[in-house]
């Protein structure tokens, strides 16, 4: 994806959500649920460009209990998982048929973890838009995520993401990606 793609689509001007998004403005937007719903709140978003979302993080955590025990710090991996649910709700917000989609990971670039997030942190996470396609019925993103404690980095990478098309399974009532 290049900057041309990304400046040659019809593009609305970006605006400013003054009100934050609460929790339940955020799971009628992703289909994450507890406790793989990773971030509270939304507090800005500039359409299509970048978001900035906050997880607050409690010893109630599911992952505390084995990671790890005596010492618990929050797994990278789910930092980077933070800012990919920031990503995808500002993606998914300017999807209409939203609900019919899922948005997946197609590439994690140059994550670094600087700091450990433990727990009663609250974790910033500023997610910017760095190119976004049309593949048919498809949206593939490119994402740059920083997450943040206080004034101090915790974490920055780059993601790319794919929108796909997903289908009700017969048998679980749960979506799945299409095929």
């Known amino acids: 994806m290049n900057e041309t793609a990304k400046s040659n689509s019809a593009v609305a001007p970006p605006e400013v959500q003054s009100a934050p998004l609460d929790i339940t403005q ?3 937007i992703l289909p994450h649920r507890y406790p793989f719903l990773l971030i509270d709140r939304v507090v800005e978003i ?3 460009k970048r978001i900035v979302a906050v997880k607050s993080v409690t010893i109630n955590e599911q992952f505390f209990q084995g990671h790890f025990p005596g010492y618990p710090i929050m797994p990278g991996v789910l930092i980077v998982e933070a800012m990919a649910q920031a990503g995808g709700a500002l993606l998914l917000t300017e999807i209409e048929d939203r ?3 899922l948005i997946v990971f197609t590439g994690i670039e140059r994550a ?3 700091r450990p997030v ?3 942190d609250q974790l910033r996470i500023e997610v910017e838009m760095l190119a976004w396609k049309a593949l048919g019925a498809n949206v593939a993103v490119r994402l740059s995520g920083k997450a943040s404690v206080g004034d101090k980095l915790v974490c920055d990478a780059t993601l790319s993401c794919q929108l796909v098309g997903r289908q ?3 048998d679980s009532g749960e979506g799945e990606p299409a095929e």
């Open 46 to 48: 500039e359409r299509r």
């Open 112 to 114: 670094r973890f600087r």
């Open 168 to 170: 009700k399974s017969s």
């Open 26 to 28: 955020i799971q009628a």
């Open 99 to 101: 609900h019919g989609k």
């Open 118 to 120: 433990l727990p009663g």
